[in-house]
């Protein structure tokens, strides 16, 4: 049964998907390029005269050269052709700000109630809903219907007390058969998108109370409580 302060809710979702950009290769294959330069080097300096590099095995390293430093060109181009398409992505994502996105991290609570989407833990045989405040300490612990079904949190602990004005986050943590302790799940919840950047090549989404998270791991996007992004 839902504790006085947590109600049953529903809304529709729209998934969305966002991709984050790969790690840092270029200063690898420049570092080789250069080693494969000196060894090359290096070897036709030293070489001895009386037993001279065989022709066909110098020709095999010219050709290893050659694949080298087609590897690096290749390498630039797709930087900058990720460049481009990031900014073709930064440019889609502006249409993000004032939208709702869902999300996991922290958000806003000012005396409105918010719709906690749980996430059931497999085998749960009771399930209670956690909030945390935005310095990481436990408010309000509820026990809650084993399912998947949005609820509403007031803002209201079991004791009455409402909650001040700030960040909130949630988690669910639940019992499986003989009260054994299942690994705590996170609860979705969503939250006004008020900026969008790219941080080391990274799309990165600022909601409203400035929590910062990867565009990657907003799971679906709706349009702004008014009915058109805000």
Do not use: C, H
Not at 61 to 86: I, W
Not at 106 to 127: L, R
Not at 165 to 178: S, V, W
Not at 204 to 228: C, D, K, M, N, Y
């Amino acid at each position: 049964m839902l504790s006085p302060t947590l109600t049953s809710a529903s809304t529709t979702n729209t998934v969305a998907g966002a991709a984050a950009t790969s790690p840092q290769a270029d200063a690898v294959l420049s570092s080789d390029f250069e080693t494969f330069i000196q060894m090359l080097t290096t070897q036709a300096k030293y070489q001895d005269p009386l037993e001279p590099l065989d022709s066909s095995d110098y020709a095999a390293q010219l050709a290893q050269f050659s694949m080298v430093e087609q590897q690096v060109l290749s390498n630039d181009l797709l930087t900058a052709l990720g460049g481009q398409l990031g900014s073709g992505g930064m440019g889609q994502m502006a249409g993000w700000i004032g939208m709702e996105g869902r999300t996991t991290a922290p958000v806003p609570f000012d005396n409105t109630p918010i719709t906690v989407y749980p996430t059931v833990p497999i085998g749960a045989q009771e399930m209670s809903i956690v909030v945390y405040n935005d310095a990481g300490a436990e408010v309000d612990r509820q026990p809650m219907p084993v399912s998947s079904d949005p609820i509403l949190w007031a803002g209201f602990t079991e004791n009455g007390n409402l909650q001040p004005a700030g960040n909130y986050r949630f988690e669910i943590e639940a019992l499986g058969a003989g009260g054994s302790v299942l690994p705590t799940a996170q609860a979705e919840t969503y939250s006004r998108i008020t900026e969008v950047s790219s941080v080391s090549g990274e799309a990165r989404v600022i909601f409203a109370g400035g929590i910062e998270v990867a565009a990657s791991s907003i799971t679906a996007l709706r349009e702004g409580a008014s009915g058109q992004p805000a």
